[in-house]
């Protein structure tokens, strides 16, 4: 009988263990029922009294040493185990938290909202129209007869004939003094549309129209209540001047300027060097756009004004590309 052989098959087995299933498998092998010390026991019966004694004695040493030494590398792949799964659920409680991002209002809700707001401290309802809209009143009842030049200032997107996508939301005016008598004291925000695509245009933006009819209204009146719109929503220093200028639905008409927002009058490229900023048109409501919709030019007057609110984000904002607007960028969007 060879011990130092059982001691060489032993070292063998354990030089490859790596795993719990090695382990498993290399108990099984040396300590089990058929395994190498079973085979060495069996033997052992065959020898006489005396062998049987020396190497009996040899063979539980050597079985004791080796379940000490399995036992032993047992606990290392249990500790080696947790190690693993402690590295995995680790958190590090040092590390910056995350941030919730929470939505935030369009930049253009927020001017449509901030416009409102003034006008309605003024008086002001607030009157929607359709998106999709007659000729008629997008036009015709605007005194914008077919094949006049006006037309030719907005780039008409036709549904089929007749029917456009409103190129302004001047229309809503029409269709509010045909559904009530005056007194009228409305703004009406809304999306516009125009075939035009570039820098400073988007096919589709935004207005808000508003319209003041009633017994004696002036252009003094027209002049007040935007001064104070102007100043409400750029500031109290803010400068303002009316140009004549010509809109089919006016008469007086005038653009109304602004003292420029960014170089304060002093010139730059936002106003072309010129000091100011065109901010929106406006004049006393036609004669004969009061007799479309039934109101007697001789009792009545108004005026009305019309803006893009685009501009006044892009001004308010200091943004550069109206088409930042729509492509929707986050990094764009988070700033407001
Ligand atoms: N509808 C005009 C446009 O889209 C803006 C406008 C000008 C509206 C003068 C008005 C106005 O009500 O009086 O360019």
């Given at each position: 009988?060879?011990?130092?052989?059982?001691?060489?098959?032993?070292?063998?087995?354990?030089?490859?263990?790596?795993?719990?299933?090695?382990?498993?498998?290399?108990?099984?092998?040396?300590?089990?029922?058929?395994?190498?010390?079973?085979?060495?026991?069996?033997?052992?019966?065959?020898?006489?009294?005396?062998?049987?004694?020396?190497?009996?004695?040899?063979?539980?040493?050597?079985?004791?040493?080796?379940?000490?030494?399995?036992?032993?590398?047992?606990?290392?792949?249990?500790?080696?185990?947790?190690?693993?799964?402690?590295?995995?659920?680790?958190?590090?409680?040092?590390?910056?938290?995350?941030?919730?991002?929470?939505?935030?209002?369009?930049?253009?809700?927020?001017?449509?909202?901030?416009?409102?707001?003034?006008?309605?401290?003024?008086?002001?309802?607030?009157?929607?129209g359709?998106?999709?809209?007659?000729d008629?009143?997008?036009?015709?009842?605007?005194?914008i007869?077919?094949?006049?030049?006006?037309?030719?200032?907005?780039?008409?997107?036709?549904?089929?004939?007749?029917i456009?996508?409103?190129?302004?939301?001047?229309?809503?005016?029409?269709?509010?003094?045909?559904?009530?008598?005056?007194?009228?004291?409305?703004?009406?925000?809304?999306?516009?549309?125009?075939?035009?695509?570039?820098?400073?245009?988007?096919?589709?933006?935004?207005?808000?129209?508003?319209?003041?009819?009633?017994?004696?209204?002036?252009?003094?009146?027209?002049?007040?209540?935007?001064?104070?719109?102007?100043?409400e929503?750029?500031?109290?220093?803010?400068?303002?001047?009316?140009r004549?200028?010509?809109?089919?639905?006016?008469?007086?008409?005038?653009?109304?300027?602004?003292?420029?927002?960014?170089?304060?009058?002093?010139?730059?490229?936002?106003?072309?060097?010129?000091?100011?900023?065109?901010?929106?048109?406006?004049?006393?409501?036609?004669?004969?756009?009061?007799?479309?919709?039934g109101?007697?030019?001789?009792?009545?007057?108004?005026?009305?004004?019309?803006?893009?609110?685009?501009?006044?984000?892009?001004?308010?904002?200091?943004?550069?590309?109206?088409?930042?607007?729509?492509y929707?960028?986050?990094?764009?969007?988070s700033?407001?």
């Amino acid at each position: 009988m060879n011990i130092d052989d059982l001691r060489n098959r032993i070292e063998n087995e354990i030089s490859v263990l790596k795993t719990f299933e090695d382990l498993k498998r290399i108990k099984a092998t040396i300590l089990g029922r058929k395994g190498v010390f079973s085979e060495y026991l069996d033997a052992l019966k065959l020898l006489d009294k005396d062998q049987k004694r020396v190497f009996g004695k040899e063979i539980n040493i050597l079985k004791v040493s080796t379940e000490a030494r399995l036992n032993e590398i047992e606990a290392t792949l249990i500790e080696a185990e947790r190690a693993r799964q402690e590295d995995l659920t680790w958190v590090d409680i040092t590390m910056p938290g995350k941030v919730p991002a929470p939505g935030k209002r369009h930049p253009i809700t927020q001017t449509f909202e901030e416009i409102i707001r003034v006008f309605s401290s003024l008086g002001f309802a607030v009157a929607e129209g359709p998106d999709i809209e007659l000729d008629y009143y997008n036009f015709e009842a605007l005194n914008i007869p077919k094949h006049h030049p006006a037309r030719d200032m907005q780039d008409t997107f036709y549904i089929k004939p007749g029917i456009v996508l409103r190129t302004h939301t001047s229309p809503v005016q029409i269709r509010v003094m045909e559904a009530q008598l005056p007194p009228v004291k409305i703004i009406s925000p809304g999306s516009v549309y125009r075939c035009d695509h570039d820098v400073s245009h988007t096919p589709m933006f935004h207005q808000v129209e508003g319209l003041m009819v009633d017994k004696h209204v002036r252009f003094s009146d027209l002049k007040g209540i935007l001064s104070v719109f102007i100043q409400e929503i750029f500031g109290a220093n803010t400068r303002l001047r009316f140009r004549p200028s010509y809109f089919p639905f006016t008469e007086p008409s005038a653009e109304v300027d602004i003292g420029c927002v960014i170089c304060e009058g002093a010139g730059c490229r936002v106003c072309k060097d010129t000091g100011w900023l065109e901010i929106l048109g406006s004049g006393m409501v036609h004669p004969q756009v009061l007799r479309n919709v039934g109101y007697d030019p001789e009792e009545v007057s108004g005026f009305a004004f019309g803006m893009g609110v685009e501009r006044i984000a892009m001004l308010r904002f200091g943004i550069d590309d109206i088409r930042q607007f729509y492509y929707n960028d986050i990094r764009f969007l988070s700033q407001f």
